[in-house]
């Protein structure tokens, strides 16, 4: 009777907009140029920096909000901006305001991520490997079984084996004992395959930083997906990016 009662709750995106994926809030951008002597020790993770101006590095970014609470001028939550569409295809491009050479960088990766993804037909398989996560990213890829995302209506499947899977979607900071299982689950996949680092500590090593740089080490990583952890469509949008249904 609940069922009946509800109706079809699955979202219809990306082939129309959904009002909670354009009001996720992160990850946090930078709105004003002003003077920031005082900034360097806001952040936890290091992600502001202060060279010709003002930049935040949104893969370390994971999301506490005290840089927003602080210097409300100078930064904000890119909510609609960027939710779900806060993927990038270099690890540089995740730092805004982007540098100058970002647009042909990203153009080259594109291309030759394209190149690779024509293989990629309507069906598309999924192997999930936790290379030391604290379990939050976690939650974010199993919402994505259920009804209201179902990954299912779009071709991708979750496998337990890399034999079968196109795509290594990655969590954590890339810890030195699930450095060898990453790798060996990268090489027994087939080619094609894609890459995806999923959250904060993927991309960077988060909190752990400063000992751990995420999972790009062990790992070539081709879309990096910010966020502590993302939103279940930023995670859909890395997917369908990393198999070229989207740009």
Same mark, same amino acid.
């Given at each position: 009777?609940?069922?009946?009662?509800?109706?079809?709750?699955?979202?219809?995106?990306?082939?129309? &907009?959904?009002?909670?994926?354009?009001?996720?809030?992160?990850?946090? *951008?930078?709105?004003?140029?002003?003077?920031?002597?005082?900034?360097?020790? @806001?952040? &936890?993770?290091?992600?502001?920096?202060?060279?010709?101006?003002?930049?935040?590095?949104?893969?370390?970014?994971?999301? #506490?909000?005290? #840089?927003?609470?602080?210097?409300?001028?100078?930064?904000?939550?890119?909510?609609?901006?960027?939710?779900?569409?806060?993927?990038? @295809?270099?690890?540089?491009? @995740?730092?805004?305001?982007?540098?100058?050479? *970002?647009?042909?960088?990203?153009?080259?990766?594109?291309?030759?991520?394209?190149?690779?993804?024509?293989?990629?037909?309507r069906s598309v398989h999924v192997?999930?490997?936790?290379?030391?996560?604290?379990?939050?990213?976690?939650?974010?890829?199993?919402?994505?079984?259920?009804?209201?995302?179902?990954?299912?209506?779009?071709? %991708?499947?979750?496998?337990?084996?890399?034999?079968?899977?196109?795509?290594?979607?990655?969590?954590?900071?890339?810890?030195?004992?699930?450095?060898?299982?990453?790798?060996? *689950?990268?090489?027994?996949? &087939?080619? &094609?395959?894609?890459? %995806?680092?999923?959250? *904060?500590?993927?991309?960077?090593?988060?909190? @752990?930083?400063?000992?751990?740089?995420?999972?790009?080490?062990?790992?070539?990583?081709?879309?990096?997906?910010?966020?502590?952890?993302?939103?279940?469509?930023?995670?859909?949008?890395?997917?369908?990016?990393?198999?070229?249904?989207?740009?």
């Open positions: 009777m609940r069922g009946l009662r509800d109706g079809v709750v699955t979202t219809r995106w990306p082939k129309k &907009p959904d009002e909670y994926a354009d009001a996720w809030r992160g990850p946090v *951008t930078v709105i004003g140029d002003a003077d920031a002597p005082d900034v360097d020790g @806001l952040c &936890p993770t290091g992600a502001i920096g202060v060279a010709d101006r003002v930049r935040v590095d949104q893969g370390k970014c994971i999301l #506490c909000g005290r #840089c927003v609470a602080a210097r409300p001028d100078l930064f904000a939550w890119a909510a609609g901006a960027t939710g779900p569409g806060a993927a990038a @295809l270099t690890r540089e491009a @995740l730092i805004v305001p982007q540098v100058a050479e *970002t647009d042909e960088t990203v153009a080259v990766v594109r291309a030759a991520l394209a190149a690779r993804t024509t293989a990629l037909r192997r999930h490997v936790d290379a030391g996560s604290d379990g939050s990213e976690e939650w974010e890829i199993q919402a994505l079984l259920g009804p209201v995302y179902d990954v299912h209506r779009l071709g %991708i499947f979750f496998t337990a084996s890399p034999r079968h899977a196109d795509v290594l979607l990655v969590t954590g900071a890339g810890s030195e004992g699930m450095a060898a299982p990453l790798r060996a *689950t990268y090489d027994g996949m &087939p080619d &094609p395959r894609v890459v %995806i680092a999923v959250g *904060t500590d993927a991309a960077s090593g988060g909190l @752990l930083g400063e000992r751990l740089t995420g999972v790009a080490g062990h790992v070539p990583v081709d879309v990096f997906v910010p966020g502590s952890p993302p939103s279940p469509f930023g995670i859909l949008n890395a997917l369908l990016i990393a198999t070229g249904k989207l740009r």
